[in-house]
């Protein structure tokens, strides 16, 4: 499949897990901003109706506490009383019952039609009159109801367990079976009672009821509820939205992470088709060479002077190693494909080690006029490493120092011992340095470090790679420094007792 290709597919992917995750958002935040909306509206409705209901029950009392008095000194001839629920009761109904006293009219009927009329008009009478002083010692009695029971102290108008009561079976009745608490709060702005003393209850989200609102001043008594666990109870609705809405993003977070393995995996692969390109290129050259050298040793018709023959060996002899670095380089790709390569470990001294490659590299040192120092300083230089490799790391280490440097190369190769359980060394170089963008990148497969103006530089970007996958197989660790046409020191650190 083409880059541009994955890469449309990618964007449109992109765009629809995006919008989705957009509509799910929004969706999400209307659902909870209607659920808040449901949840205030019924803590409203309960709280209006608790405040009505108390209310109703002060005027009950003051008017069960004052009737029977006004009855008994209001006529003489009657005594009888009546208390509050009895009057709210008659008044309901149109039954007769509701006359408070029943007048002693005695009728005559010797007279004919016009006592009973004369009777009829004395009931009226009598009822009218009756009528009028119960209105009245009524309207009197509100009347006091609006002067006096405000003045009271809130506790006195209140009976808090009832209270407690009657806000119970409001809030359930909305459907608000929750826990919550609540205080009252006094026209001096003193809390008269608190249902619970909690740590978590924050002011600002109380609701709040005034008391009282037929008060002449109807904002001085009211009423705090606090609801604990209402955020649970709004988000409750939405358990399901919630899960969705995060797998929807782990999806997304899948499908980028899949995509980027597609893109790199594609780079990989374009990367180890040039590789296999330029290889063969590589390859081509040095048995061409060798080839061409055993033809003219077997042509009889040139003649096989010592000059000439001198000549040819070197020819093989070079292109031979030649062919043979460039096999390593094959065996080194091989090893970074295998992740579990086995290592063949002995026990070697590491000193020895790096003196020996050191010397074999100092005449290619030399011939770019540099040299080569060994601070070879390790007090247990004895580590379990496979050898083979271990060696090639540190040829490798070194001839990219001499591939990246400037005339006069100044090479320091230094062991020690970090504790007594492992073993670092480090490569130190005065050549062009690597920036800190491309110190990310220089262990990674077929990337190569740009040279600038230096344009004799080849590879195939596995070096590094490969110098770090020997040293991890070895359960080490490589640091490098580097400084910008100042140089770059890498540094190995690996444990004596791998074997172990």
């Not at 808090?160 to 009561?165: M, S």
Request: hydrophobic content about 35%.
């Amino acid at each position: 499949m083409k880059q541009r290709t994955i890469i449309i597919l990618g964007i449109f992917m992109s765009a629809l897990f995006i919008g989705l995750l957009c509509i799910q958002a929004s969706y999400i935040r209307v659902t909870a901003a209607m659920r808040q909306e449901q949840f205030d509206e019924a803590v409203r409705r309960s709280l209006t109706q608790v405040a009505q209901t108390l209310e109703e029950q002060e005027s009950l009392r003051y008017i069960d506490s004052s009737l029977p008095y006004k009855l008994s000194s209001s006529q003489s001839g009657d005594t009888t009383h009546f208390n509050a629920k009895q009057i709210v009761a008659n008044a309901d109904t149109t039954d007769v019952s509701c006359t408070r006293v029943k007048p002693h009219v005695f009728i005559s009927t010797k007279r004919g039609s016009n006592n009973l009329q004369e009777a009829s008009r004395v009931i009226q009478n009598r009822l009218r009159q009756r009528y009028l002083q119960e209105r009245s010692l009524l309207d009197d009695i509100l009347i006091k109801m609006l002067c006096e029971p405000y003045d009271k102290p809130l506790g006195e108008r209140i009976n808090f367990l009832q209270l407690n009561e009657i806000l119970d079976r409001e809030l359930d009745y909305n459907g608000l079976n929750l826990p919550h608490y609540f205080s009252v709060i006094n026209k001096e702005g003193e809390e008269v009672y608190k249902s619970k003393v909690t740590k978590d209850s924050r002011t600002d989200e109380y609701y709040t009821q005034v008391l009282f609102p037929n008060d002449p001043d109807p904002q001085a008594n009211y009423l705090k509820v606090y609801f604990p666990t209402k955020e649970n109870y709004i988000h409750s609705s939405m358990s399901l939205l919630i899960p969705s809405f995060i797998l929807t993003v782990l999806l997304l977070a899948v499908f980028i992470v899949t995509l980027w393995i597609i893109f790199h995996q594609k780079q990989l692969s374009e990367m180890r088709t040039d590789f296999i390109h330029n290889m063969t290129h590589e390859l081509k050259t040095p048995v061409s060479s060798i080839s061409l050298a055993s033809q003219m040793l077997n042509d009889p018709d040139l003649s096989k002077s010592p000059a000439m023959l001198k000549h040819v060996s070197n020819v093989i002899s070079e292109e031979t190693k030649r062919l043979s670095q460039q096999i390593e380089k094959v065996l080194q790709m091989s090893l970074l494909e295998n992740e579990n390569s086995a290592l063949k470990l002995t026990e070697v001294d590491l000193n020895e080690l790096c003196l020996n490659v050191a010397e074999n590299f100092a005449l290619k040192v030399e011939a770019k006029g540099g040299h080569i120092e060994t601070e070879l300083e390790a007090d247990d230089p004895f580590a379990w490493v496979d050898q083979v490799h271990f060696t090639n790391i540190i040829y490798n280490l070194m001839d990219n120092a001499l591939k990246y440097s400037k005339d006069a190369l100044l090479l320091k190769v230094r062991t020690e011992n970090e504790g007594k359980d492992s073993i670092s060394i480090s490569i130190e170089d005065n050549g062009i340095g690597i920036s800190k963008d491309d110190l990310k990148h220089i262990f990674e497969k077929f990337y190569r470090v740009p040279t600038g103006s230096l344009h004799n530089v080849k590879g195939f970007g596995l070096g590094l790679a490969y110098v770090h996958k020997v040293v991890t197989d070895h359960k080490g660790s490589i640091h490098v420094e580097s400084e910008i046409n100042k140089g770059t020191k890498f540094t190995i650190t690996i444990p004596l007792n791998l074997k172990k």
